[in-house]
């Protein structure tokens, strides 16, 4: 059974950056894309950022221009760098990721606050 583990949430204060992990039990390379989405209080889950096997991203444009993801196929982990946090980037935040063979994979989520 594939996992997906989350690291790296915790407390941040606005303007500052905060960077996720999501490592995978299994081999990356059987995901033909990974992303990060997130809920935040009282919203439903939205996209964060998303990355193919081939590299290719999308992002929120909520967060273009202050988050990137990226993947490291050795370690098969993928990261979500987060800048210029705002107070509405208080979230939980989920890795997910879809195999080749179209299942998705979710994590249990990692909790980002952002203080004033």
């Known amino acids: 059974q594939v996992q997906l583990v989350e690291s790296g949430g915790g407390l941040v204060q606005a303007g500052g950056s905060l960077r996720l992990s999501c490592a995978t039990s299994?081999?990356?390379?059987?995901?033909?894309?990974m992303g990060w989405y997130r809920q935040g209080p009282g919203k439903e889950r939205e996209l964060v950022a998303t990355i193919t096997s081939l590299g290719i991203t999308i992002y929120a444009d909520s967060v273009k221009g202050r988050f990137a993801i990226s993947r490291d196929n050795a370690k098969h982990t993928v990261y979500l760098q987060m800048n210029s946090l705002k107070l509405e980037d208080t979230a939980v935040y989920y890795c997910q990721g879809t195999s080749f063979t179209a299942r998705d994979y979710w994590g249990q989520g990692t909790q980002v606050t952002v203080s004033s």
């Open positions: 299994g081999s990356i390379l059987s995901f033909r894309s």
